[in-house]
C-alpha cells in the first residue's frame, strides 16, 4: 500500500514538473515574436532564443512571424471612370514590425488589411479610365501601399508593396480592343507602307538627280578637253608655221637664197592660173605674160628690203 503511494506520488511530482517547465521554459524560434502577458495584461515581448517565464502567471497570449508574408486579396468588381465594370484581382506583401500592435490593435490585422486593400483598390480604379488602367499599374500599385501603410501603421504592420495580378474587363470590352487593336495595327502597315514608297520615289527622283550631274559634269569636262585640245593644235600649228618662217628667212639670207625664192614665187603663180583654168569651161590666158616677171620682180624686192 505504501509503495502505491508512493509511486503515485512520484508519478503526480513528475507530471507538476513536466507541467511546471512546460510553463515556465520557452524556446521561440528565429524571426519569431511571442507576447507574455502577466494576469491578463502586456508583460512583455520575447524575441528569438531561450525565455524564462512565471508559470501560471504569465502565459503567451500572441506568437507572430516576422518574416514577409504574401496575402492574397481576393479578386473584385472594379468600376471605371467611364463606367466599365473590371474584375481585378492582386496579391499583398506585409510585415509585421510591432507585435505588441500587431496582438492589441485589431483583432484581425490580416482581415484589416484585406478590406483597406480592396476599397481603396475600388477608389483608385474609379478614378481612371479603362484604358489608363492598363498603363498605369504602377501607379495603383504605389497608391495603394501609401494608403494601407498608414493605417496599418497602427496595427503594428509594415505594407511592403502590392501587386495587380490580373486586369480582366468584361467579353464585349474584350472583342472591341481586339478590334481596336487590329485596325491599329493595319493602319501602322499602310502607313508603313506609304512611307516604304515615299522613300522610294525619293531615292528614284535623287538617283536620276544625281546621274544628271554627273552626265552634265562629264560633258562640262569633255567640253573642255576638247577646248584645250583644239588651243593646244592651234599653238602647235602657230609654233611650226613661225619656226618654218624663221627657216625660210634663214633660207633666203643664204647665198642663192632670193633666186629660189623668185623660182618659188612664179611657180605658184603658174600653178595658181592652172588651178583656175581647171575650174571654168574656158582657158584663161592672162593678159599680159610680162605681168609674171613683175609679181616676181616685186616679191624679190620685199625679200631685199626685209633683208
Known sequence: MDL?????????????????????????????????????????????????????????????????????????????KDNTQLQVDGILYFQVTDPMRASYGSSNYIAAITQLAQTTLRSVIGKMELDKTFEERDHINTTIVNAIDESAANWGVKVLRYEIKDLTPPKEILHAMQAQITAEREKRALIAASEGRKQEQINLASGEREAAIAKSEGEKQASINRAEGQAAAILAIAEASAEALRKTAAAIREPGGADAVSLKVAEQYVNAFGELAATNNSIIVPANLSDMSGLIASAMQIVKTQK
Open 4 to 80: 502505491q503511494f508512493f509511486t503515485l506520488i512520484s508519478v503526480v511530482i513528475l507530471v507538476v514538473a513536466v507541467i511546471f517547465v512546460l510553463k515556465t521554459v520557452y524556446v521561440v524560434p528565429q524571426q519569431h515574436a511571442w507576447i507574455v502577458e502577466r494576469l491578463g495584461k502586456y508583460h512583455t515581448t520575447m524575441g528569438p532564443g531561450l525565455h524564462i517565464v512565471v508559470p501560471f502567471i504569465d502565459r503567451v497570449g500572441y506568437k507572430h512571424e516576422l518574416k514577409e508574408i504574401p496575402l492574397d486579396v481576393p479578386p473584385q468588381v472594379c468600376i471605371t
